[in-house]
């Protein structure tokens, strides 16, 4: 019992393990097992433990309905095109998920709904892919976030179904042959071959319309290792194929003319292997591109062309390279190359000579946020879409045109919640002295007085913190509070240095950027240091797991979702096993001693005083396990002398990734009714 709360008793166990010369404790263990009578005792007691504190929110109401209407905007995302066609999804206010759509002669219609699928809601569009012809679309759905999906073939003219169920694909890409008769794809071997390693064994496979998938050709990945990740991507002539190890930078590539062999046996030739860069490949009318990090960790564009690999875009120092795409209609008096980068993680597009590469002007956007992925026609063309938003901005489709180079709204949300919060981007200097940026979104846009703050970063993967549409932070300053995002090292907003001195033995680095932006908060009167929370998911729930453990004393308040914390067996379960790359591994002496000088499970202290602490979880979560939450809640329980609730939330039927408006919804307002219920902004 601390403080007035009374905390269900756990299943403790003195277990203690020799690792490489450690002692490391584990009193939890048993709480790893969902199927443990004990285990679900005791979710169940902290499941009644949450509902209670829940109630007690004063401002759950008012938060709830805020976010409802700052989130339930209705979204059009930048269509993909496809033959004649125009493939999108939409969303208009009110409904829970967004329809496939195909424009036809500029009218819009419904091709694909989820719900009319499956009326539950329980089934959502993980991915979907239009044959270049624009006749046939592959959709991918999964089932309770499980991310799990499978596959099924639409006619377009129709809506028909005409294929599937192709199953034990993960939001697999999709490449399609002329004529849309067969594709390429990524599937895992069946779950029997391999016990207890599942989610992995990937290989790429030939899938002819109308054919069992039990068919299906093996194309590539046998004999490979079984943490290989594949893509594949076709321009109708070559066929790509990269590999990755986990989440591993490094990208090999293989390269295959389709008319030089019958597609069940493309004579694929390695373009790259074993150089530690990641690589996307973009082939576009028989040529290859590659947005390579190779002795550029900005990022540069090289066109390769039998054993010649030249330079078309080069490395620009300050900004790093995201998308490129190419324009060569007839209606352009010279191909063109479209180049996104981030600089400071803000995105920029430029326009280039696709030959020479010189730059030709920029394209000119709404304002300082982020660009999604350029969308542009397979074949020749002249136009491209793309995505924009901002803090304060739900997204909204842009359409260049390259004739012209005039820059249009194409399509905006039904809805544009209006906010009067400022947001601004800041420098401050990590403890080692390194320059971190951070956008923090306030009442006033500069510190006039110590506002109750929430702190969020994330600092993993090569993953950009970049401006997006923010409704939790929105109605946070709204009542008066500051909302910052740090760019903390091992993200990749100052390129691939910037990740790397951030993972493996460097991972404290993203730790102490995180400590540093609170004190610089602090010291430049925009935060009041008796009302300083943080917020984190998944690695970044690791990252403010981090800071609770190391800096107990300065957080009145910690929210933790879906978060990774025992890194000693993080290996052991959901997709970790395809983490060692970013965070190491603890069956290497050296790697458990860095994992376990963080590890927050293993951080936890009896007698300390722990700021209150929001552990959210989901059953559907096949990415990380929600038995890291579990541990770490009953650590805490079972330490903590402070005052404030450690409370762990629970979802059924939702995962890791794609969720609905509603579900979405009373998230957000749950974790921040309890950071203000703690930290109390108020006007």
Same mark, same amino acid.
């Given at each position: 019992?601390?403080?007035?709360?009374?905390?269900?008793?756990?299943?403790?166990?003195?277990?203690?393990?020799?690792?490489?010369?450690?002692?490391?404790?584990?009193?939890?263990?048993?709480?790893?097992?969902?199927?443990?009578?004990?285990?679900?005792?005791?979710?169940?007691?902290?499941?009644?433990?949450?509902?209670?504190?829940?109630?007690?929110?004063?401002?759950?109401?008012?938060?709830?309905?805020?976010?409802?209407?700052?989130?339930?905007?209705?979204?059009?995302?930048?269509?993909?095109?496809?033959?004649?066609?125009?493939?999108?999804?939409?969303?208009?206010?009110?409904?829970?998920?967004?329809?496939?759509?195909?424009?036809?002669?500029?009218?819009?219609?419904?091709?694909?709904?989820?719900?009319?699928?499956?009326?539950?809601?329980?089934?959502?569009?993980?991915?979907?892919?239009?044959?270049?012809?624009?006749?046939? =679309?592959?959709?991918?759905?999964?089932?309770?976030?499980?991310?799990?999906?499978?596959?099924?073939?639409?006619?377009?003219?129709?809506?028909?179904?005409?294929?599937?169920?192709?199953?034990?694909?993960?939001?697999?890409? #999709?490449?399609?042959?002329?004529?849309?008769?067969?594709?390429?794809?990524?599937?895992?071997?069946? !779950?029997?071959?391999?016990?207890?390693?599942?989610?992995?064994?990937?290989?790429?496979?030939?899938?002819?319309?109308?054919?069992?998938?039990?068919?299906?050709?093996?194309?590539?990945?046998?004999?490979?290792? *079984?943490?290989?990740?594949?893509?594949?991507?076709?321009?109708?002539?070559?066929?790509?194929?990269?590999?990755?190890?986990?989440?591993?930078?490094?990208?090999?590539?293989?390269?295959?003319?389709?008319?030089?062999?019958?597609?069940?046996?493309?004579?694929?030739? =390695?373009?790259?292997?074993?150089?530690?860069?990641?690589?996307?490949?973009?082939?576009?009318?028989?040529?290859?591109?590659?947005?390579?990090?190779?002795?550029?960790?900005?990022?540069?564009?090289?066109?390769?062309?039998?054993?010649?690999?030249?330079?078309?875009?080069?490395?620009?120092?300050?900004?790093?390279?995201?998308?490129?795409?190419?324009?060569?209609? !007839?209606?352009?008096?010279?191909?063109?190359?479209?180049?996104?980068?981030?600089?400071? *993680?803000?995105?920029?597009?430029?326009?280039?000579?696709?030959?020479?590469?010189?730059?030709?002007?920029?394209?000119?956007?709404?304002?300082?946020?982020?660009?999604?992925?350029?969308?542009?026609?397979?074949?020749?063309?002249?136009?491209?879409?793309?995505?924009?938003?901002?803090? =304060?901005?739900?997204?909204?489709?842009?359409?260049?045109?390259?004739?012209?180079?005039?820059?249009?709204?194409?399509?905006?949300?039904?809805?544009?919640?209006?906010?009067?919060?400022?947001?601004?981007?800041?420098?401050?200097?990590?403890?080692?002295?390194?320059?971190?940026?951070?956008?923090?979104?306030?009442?006033?846009?500069?510190?006039?007085?110590?506002?109750?703050?929430?702190?969020?970063?994330?600092?993993?993967?090569?993953?950009?913190?970049?401006?997006?549409?923010?409704?939790?932070?929105?109605?946070?300053?709204?009542?008066?509070?500051?909302?910052?995002?740090?760019?903390?090292?091992?993200?990749?907003?100052?390129?691939?240095?910037?990740?790397?001195?951030?993972?493996?033995?460097?991972?404290?680095?993203?730790?102490?950027?995180?400590?540093?932006?609170?004190?610089?908060?602090?010291?430049?009167?925009?935060?009041?240091?008796?009302?300083?929370?943080?917020?984190?998911?998944?690695?970044?729930?690791?990252?403010?797991?981090?800071?609770?453990?190391?800096?107990?004393?300065?957080?009145?308040?910690?929210?933790?979702?879906?978060?990774?914390?025992?890194?000693?067996?993080?290996?052991?379960?959901?997709?970790?096993?395809?983490?060692?790359?970013?965070?190491?591994?603890?069956?290497?002496?050296?790697?458990? *001693?860095?994992?376990?000088?963080?590890?927050?499970?293993?951080?936890?202290?009896?007698? #300390?005083?722990?700021?209150? =602490?929001?552990?959210?979880?989901?059953?559907?979560?096949?990415?990380?396990?929600?038995?890291?939450?579990?541990?770490?809640?009953?650590?805490?329980?079972?330490?903590?002398?402070?005052?404030?609730? #450690?409370?762990?939330?629970?979802?059924?039927? #939702?995962?890791?990734?794609?969720?609905?408006?509603?579900?979405?919804?009373?998230?957000?307002?749950?974790?921040?009714?309890?950071?203000? *219920?703690?930290?109390? !902004?108020?006007?």
């Amino acid at each position: 019992m601390t403080g007035s709360v009374e905390y269900p008793p756990a299943p403790r166990a003195d277990l203690v393990e020799e690792l490489h010369g450690h002692r490391v404790a584990d009193p939890y263990r048993a709480l790893e097992d969902p199927a443990d009578p004990r285990t679900a005792a005791w979710s169940k007691a902290q499941d009644r433990l949450y509902d209670t504190a829940r109630e007690g929110w004063p401002e759950l109401a008012r938060l709830h309905a805020r976010l409802g209407e700052l989130l339930d905007t209705g979204s059009v995302k930048a269509p993909v095109p496809a033959g004649p066609r125009l493939f999108r999804t939409a969303q208009e206010p009110g409904r829970d998920q967004p329809l496939l759509e195909v424009i036809e002669d500029g009218r819009a219609r419904t091709l694909f709904d989820p719900l009319a699928f499956d009326p539950t809601g329980a089934t959502v569009l993980d991915e979907w892919s239009p044959s270049p012809e624009g006749d046939h =679309v592959a959709v991918q759905t999964s089932v309770g976030g499980t991310e799990d999906s499978v596959l099924h073939v639409l006619e377009v003219a129709t809506g028909r179904v005409l294929d599937g169920p192709v199953d034990r694909l993960r939001r697999s890409t #999709v490449a399609w042959l002329p004529g849309g008769g067969a594709f390429y794809y990524v599937r895992r071997l069946p !779950p029997e071959l391999n016990p207890g390693e599942e989610r992995y064994h990937r290989r790429v496979w030939l899938h002819r319309l109308g054919t069992d998938p039990a068919e299906d050709v093996l194309v590539f990945g046998e004999g490979r290792a *079984a943490n290989q990740f594949y893509a594949v991507r076709t321009d109708g002539r070559l066929l790509t194929v990269t590999a990755t190890a986990g989440t591993s930078p490094q990208t090999d590539i293989w390269v295959a003319d389709l008319t030089q062999g019958p597609p069940e046996r493309p004579l694929l030739r =390695v373009v790259q292997q074993d150089v530690d860069a990641r690589t996307a490949v973009h082939p576009y009318g028989g040529a290859l591109y590659l947005l390579t990090r190779q002795d550029a960790p900005h990022g540069r564009v090289d066109l390769v062309d039998g054993d010649l690999r030249r330079t078309v875009v080069p490395e620009d120092p300050e900004a790093v390279l995201e998308d490129f795409a190419v324009l060569a209609g !007839p209606e352009l008096a010279r191909p063109l190359a479209l180049v996104t980068r981030t600089r400071h *993680a803000l995105s920029e597009i430029t326009v280039h000579d696709l030959t020479t590469g010189e730059r030709l002007g920029d394209v000119q956007l709404p304002g300082s946020g982020t660009v999604g992925e350029l969308r542009v026609h397979p074949g020749p063309g002249h136009e491209a879409w793309f995505g924009y938003t901002d803090h =304060v901005t739900p997204s909204r489709t842009l359409h260049f045109d390259g004739r012209t180079g005039r820059t249009e709204l194409w399509a905006a949300p039904a809805r544009t919640p209006v906010s009067g919060v400022k947001t601004c981007q800041v420098v401050f200097r990590s403890h080692d002295g390194t320059p971190v940026r951070m956008f923090v979104i306030s009442p006033a846009g500069r510190p006039d007085r110590p506002r109750p703050t929430v702190l969020s970063g994330y600092g993993g993967f090569g993953a950009s913190i970049v401006p997006g549409y923010a409704p939790q932070a929105l109605a946070w300053a709204e009542a008066g509070g500051v909302y910052a995002f740090a760019c903390l090292r091992g993200g990749a907003e100052e390129g691939e240095q910037w990740h790397r001195a951030g993972r493996r033995e460097q991972k404290q680095n993203t730790f102490d950027d995180l400590d540093a932006a609170a004190d610089w908060l602090v010291a430049e009167g925009w935060a009041d240091p008796a009302r300083l929370g943080l917020v984190g998911s998944s690695n970044g729930g690791l990252t403010v797991g981090a800071a609770l453990t190391q800096q107990p004393e300065k957080y009145a308040a910690v929210v933790c979702v879906s978060p990774l914390l025992d890194m000693v067996r993080y290996e052991l379960s959901g997709m970790g096993p395809s983490w060692r790359d970013e965070y190491g591994s603890a069956e290497v002496p050296e790697e458990l *001693a860095t994992l376990l000088g963080y590890s927050p499970y293993h951080a936890v202290r009896p007698g #300390v005083r722990y700021p209150a =602490v929001l552990l959210g979880v989901a059953d559907g979560d096949t990415r990380v396990d929600p038995l890291h939450a579990r541990k770490m809640c009953a650590a805490l329980q079972h330490a903590t002398t402070g005052e404030g609730p #450690v409370l762990l939330r629970r979802e059924t039927g #939702v995962g890791h990734g794609v969720r609905g408006v509603a579900t979405t919804v009373a998230l957000f307002a749950d974790l921040m009714a309890f950071l203000a *219920a703690t930290l109390q !902004p108020s006007g």
